[in-house]
């Protein structure tokens, strides 16, 4: 049973940190491509940040390039986002998703919430 799951989300204030983690079971983690992504209500799905299965290709948006950091340990399979000067537009809640390759469906975990708030 393939399972992703999400932690570390919460309340925090501008230019703030938060580390969501997200452990992964039920599948072949070093295989996967990890990402994780985000969601307010009424918008899409937006791609935040992404590594390839072995580490060697990271993507980010835009929108979080040099503010948040992913890192993934195939040895716990687990990947984390470090996120650093959190701003408002940042919140959102946040999913895991383990994919055979870039920009596709795969698997998501059930997804965590940042609210970045004074």
């Known amino acids: 049973q393939v399972q992703l799951v999400e932690s570390g989300g919460g309340l925090v204030q501008p230019w703030g940190s938060l580390r969501l983690t997200c452990v992964a079971s039920?599948?072949?983690?070093?295989?996967?491509?990890m990402s994780w992504y985000r969601q307010v209500p009424g918008k899409e799905r937006e791609f935040v940040a992404g590594?390839?299965?072995?580490?060697?290709?990271?993507k980010y948006a835009d929108s979080v390039k040099d503010r948040f950091t992913i890192l993934r340990y195939n040895a716990k399979s687990t990947v984390y986002l470090q996120m650093d000067r959190l701003i408002l537009d940042d919140t959102a809640v946040y999913y895991c998703?383990?994919?055979?390759?870039?920009?596709?469906?795969?698997?998501w975990g059930r997804g965590t919430q940042v609210t970045v708030s004074s």
């Open positions: 039920g599948f072949r983690f070093s295989g996967f491509v």
């Open positions: 590594v390839g299965a072995s580490g060697d290709v990271i």
């Open positions: 998703n383990a994919a055979t390759v870039f920009d596709s469906d795969g698997y």
